[in-house]
């Protein structure tokens, strides 16, 4: 007998007190208060190749919602962030910031998209050198920063740190402290991470400009944003060639590829079973219980939509 799966959250459509904007990304949704604030409702919506896939994951927004206020509030002693409360499990209230369009990427390990790059023969990413004589899943001996441009729509591009000058998207002193900034978030991912017996592979970070000020936007150190390894099989499994497991969310990536899609012209996304829906959710409570060392206890979805709207509306009334 298999368990019936939840539908998940896949959209909000709210009218708040005092909204002035709305946005839908990716997977949230959100609501700008009085041009000063935002509502980050991170719906089940999961992401891959720049495509929203057809299928919510029931739990997933739950996870990148507490497990980002987890590392946002670890890491505000490197630099200030934006989250002010998180008033609902799918939801943080922040401070509205002049987002800076770039994705800085740390590397720590050679897999994923840089792997796809160097098993190409290519040595080159965003302007910086890859050392030969790699395979998969090796580490490099120091993080490499390969930036992104963050597009609104399609794909985000690789980008080096002098394309990101030249073409004036900030300015050297700003792109000078992003960097210097997401090797010492890395650094206390990877730290704390380990204490847990867990490896940060890689991960993004994203900023922007608050009263003149850089500061830290969007998640830190979720499955979305980030991949992680398992420290105690890592050596053995990469002594004999086999793959690593991953608490991220490549493997979603890689089911894709499976089925004949990476999100290019013509492909069409392979059916979502239920047994691959719960998998996922599986794979994100695994993640958020292995670097908390907390019990998940995913939310009851009945009414849903009417508590966040209260929570949300009772957020407002507290800023």
């Known amino acids: 007998m298999t368990t019936k799966v939840e539908k998940g959250l896949m959209a909000t459509n709210f009218f708040v007190k005092d909204q002035t904007a709305f946005y839908r990304g990716k997977v949230r949704d959100v609501y700008t208060i009085r041009d000063a604030y935002v509502a980050m409702v991170a719906c089940d919506r ?3 190749f720049d495509h929203v896939l057809p299928r919510a994951i029931p739990h997933k927004g739950e996870v990148l919602t507490q497990l980002a206020a987890f590392f946002l509030d670890a890491t505000k002693d490197i630099i200030p962030n934006w989250k002010l409360s998180v008033p609902d499990p799918n939801i943080t209230m922040g401070l509205k910031c002049d987002a800076i369009p770039i994705e800085i990427v740390v590397r720590g390990y050679l897999c994923g998209h840089a792997w796809r790059v160097y098993k190409t023969g290519e040595r080159m990413i965003c302007g910086v050198r890859m050392p030969d004589g790699l395979k998969e899943n090796d580490k490099f001996p120091e993080p490499l920063i390969t930036p992104a441009t963050k597009a609104q729509n399609g794909h985000d ?8 000058i030249s073409r004036k998207i900030c300015s050297k002193k700003i792109i000078d402290q992003m960097v210097e900034t997401a090797h010492k978030l890395y650094q206390r991912g990877a730290d704390m991470a380990a ?3 867990l490896i940060l592979v890689d991960t993004k970070y994203e900023f922007g ?5 850089l500061i830290l936007i969007d998640e830190v150190h979720t499955p979305d944003s980030s991949r ?3 420290l105690d099989t890592y050596a053995k499994l990469q002594k004999a060639g086999e793959p690593q ?3 991220s969310k490549e493997f979603v990536r890689e089911w894709l590829m499976a089925g004949g899609f990476q999100g290019l012209e013509g492909e069409l996304i392979p059916d979502m079973t239920d ?6 959710t599986a794979r994100y409570t695994e993640l958020f219980e292995a670097m908390t060392g907390q019990k998940f206890v995913g939310r009851d979805y009945t009414n849903v939509q009417d508590a966040m709207e209260q929570n949300i509306a009772s957020a407002i ?3």
Not at 157 to 164: A, F, G, Q, T
């Open 46 to 48: 999961i992401s891959a």
């Open 157 to 164: 591009e690789d980008v080096s740190i002098e394309e990101i």
């Open 195 to 197: 204490e847990r017996g």
């Open 209 to 213: 400009m608050y009263d003149k000020k």
């Open 228 to 230: 992680f390894f398992y």
């Open 245 to 247: 497991k991953q608490l």
């Open 275 to 280: 047994e691959f829906v719960q998998s996922v």
């Open 317 to 319: 009334s507290n800023i």
